[in-house]
């Protein structure tokens, strides 16, 4: 280990000379910033993933993006052995290792091996991808150089979605059981799960467009449509790639702007797609005969995946659990259908797709969704064997075996791992074609309750603490009063506040009737907490 300590010692001090100037924390998004301070990053984060392989004895991923961030921005991620985000504990790792001076650098790599019990002789392997940013390669090459340095088995897959690098790593540390770990594997079992699900009914095929960020996740639809039948689906992409990666286009600008991209043309009827820059996130929109833009969001999409599996559940008569999964910015009306009219459980967690993931688990069935438009379905092993037994289940009737087999069909078609914006387009199409809908009568399900989000720029946004999943503020003091008071004031109000993990900032969200009392309520909110916990510069206003 020495000797390899000093190797690496050596290396930085020649490409690094100087301390790190700047901090890092490893969070849902891994490490992201200006692609030009992440190149001590990415050395570090190299020998971070071998170490960790060399803990589990399984291969990890390492993913070069920035997703929905600017073209001049990048990141990396790192991707356990089954396709999760990286353990708690190795992001605190993460962290320590990034920000170590290079004097104190061998002391922490001491630590690190001796307080997760490493055995440093271990072999150690790592699977790289990234996205199409520019910086991407030059990122890749430090990452490699690391990697070569603790002597770990590497393979380069190039430019993939970072959900496909999660695939990838799922497949090799299961022996292909999951799937073949390879781009083209992907689209196989994809496709082939799609076919056997789409109704044998259909007259003509769904047609969508798609806004691809102009990144990564455009070229991989294309791809990907090789492989699925044309009297199925059709997609036509735009904002491919020819255009700047995230610039006004992509599920963020979608979701923010609350309207279509400029360079997306689209008519009445149109059902249209917005991936992220790393085609992780996924929302719908379309507009109505009067031209007006509507958004369906993670809520709905996890409304409509719940609805339908719940459906198929009830079919089986079972006693398989099932779940939806919301942070506080799940919209209320959202929340209210699922529990009312669905008749399904909701639990609430922190804002972070860990967090929903974490609790997604604990059910047989469990549905996750951010209002974003990232999150997935996961299954647990009793629901896969139970749904598999109930197929070949002669003493059941015919609607039951069919629910089952849809079910098992259903575990191939969603990416459990992680939530997966082409595998989600999959799943909501496969939905629509069943149900007979469109956009429309797909929105209706429920009316969205107007909402308004808004930033308040703070001194230190350690001074603002939350509970109860960030849906009450506990300091600073009577701030949660003033809330409290001003959504009394409105009918159906909802408005809560919580501090940025990036920034110093206050982030309000604010729920009300009419589009008016949600702009007003979240204005006056955010001047409540301009007022009591150090705000900097103008308060919010109504423009």
């Known amino acids: 280990m020495e000797a390899t ?25 891994g490490f992201r910033d200006k692609a030009e301070l992440l190149d001590r990053v990415l050395f570090r984060v190299g020998i971070l993933a071998a170490l960790r392989s060399k803990c589990v004895g399984a291969t990890i991923g390492l993913m070069i993006t920035a997703s929905h961030n600017p073209i001049q921005d ?6 356990e052995p089954l396709g999760e985000m990286l353990v708690p504990q190795w992001e605190g790792l993460s962290t320590e290792l990034t920000n170590a001076s290079i004097e104190d650098l061998p002391s922490v790599l001491s630590s690190i091996v001796q307080s997760t019990r490493c055995d440093f002789h271990q072999p150690a392997k790592v699977a790289i991808a990234r996205d199409t940013r520019p910086s991407g390669p030059r990122l890749a090459a430090v990452l490699v150089k690391a990697l070569e340095l603790m002597k770990a088995e590497y393979t380069d897959y190039g430019i993939l979605t970072t959900p496909q690098l999660h695939y990838v790593v799922r ?20 496709a082939a799960a799609f076919h056997s699900l789409v109704p044998k009914s259909m007259a003509s095929p769904a047609r969508v467009r798609l806004d691809g960020a102009n990144g990564v996740g455009a070229g991989k639809v294309k791809s990907l449509m090789q492989h699925i039948r044309g009297d199925a ?4 992409v735009c904002d491919d790639e020819s255009g700047t990666l995230n610039d006004k286009c992509g599920a963020d600008y979608v979701k923010s702007q609350q309207a279509a991209p400029p360079n997306l043309q689209y008519s009445v009827g149109d059902r249209c797609i917005s991936f992220d820059g790393d ?7 379309y507009q109505d005969t009067g031209r007006r833009f509507h958004l369906l969001d993670g809520d709905k999409i996890a409304a409509l995946a719940a609805g339908f599996i719940a459906e198929k559940l009830r079919a089986l008569n079972s006693d398989l659990t099932i779940g939806v999964v919301q942070t506080a910015y799940a919209n209320g009306s959202a929340t209210a259908y699922l529990l009312n009219t669905l008749q399904v459980p909701v639990a609430c967690t922190l804002t972070g797709v860990k967090h929903l993931h974490h609790k997604a ?55 459990q791992a992680v939530g997966d914006a082409i595998s989600d387009m999959l799943l909501v199409e496969v939905i ?16 969205e309750l107007p909402n308004k989000q808004l930033k308040v720029k703070v001194k230190d946004r350690s001074q603002v603490q939350t509970t109860d999943f960030e849906r009450r503020c506990v300091r600073p003091e009577g701030l949660q009063l003033e809330i409290d008071r001003l959504v009394a004031a409105q009918p159906k109000g909802r408005a809560f506040v919580r501090p940025s993990g990036t920034e110093d900032v206050v ?26 916990a150090g705000g900097i510069g103008d308060p919010p206003s109504l423009l």
Request: with cysteine; aromatic share 10%.
């Open 361 to 415: 688990v604990e059910y047989d069935v469990g549905v996750y969704f951010e209002s974003n438009g990232h999150g997935t379905v996961v299954f647990s092993e009793r629901a896969i064997e139970t749904f598999k037994m109930s197929a070949e289940d002669e003493r059941l009737s015919g609607s039951a075996r069919e629910a089952a087999k849809r079910l098992c069909v259903l575990t191939e078609l969603i990416n």
């Open 432 to 447: 629509l074609m069943h149900r007979g809908w469109g956009c429309m009568e797909w929105d209706s399900i429920y009316s």
């Open 5 to 29: 300590v000093a190797a690496i010692v050596e290396e930085e001090r020649s490409r690094f000379p100087a301390s790190p100037a700047k901090k890092f924390a490893y969070g849902t998004a």
């Open 279 to 285: 085609a992780d996130r996924i929302v719908y929109f």
């Open 507 to 532: 982030r309000v969200y604010a729920e009300a009737a009419t589009q008016v009392a949600a702009d007003s309520l979240a204005v006056q909110v955010g001047r409540k907490v301009h007022e009591l």
């Open 233 to 236: 689906l059709v997609v036509e």
């Open 171 to 190: 497949c090799v540390n299961t022996n292909g059981a999951f799937g073949a770990p390879t781009e083209r594997g992907y689209y196989q079992k994809l």
């Open 74 to 79: 990048n990141g990396v991620k790192v991707v």
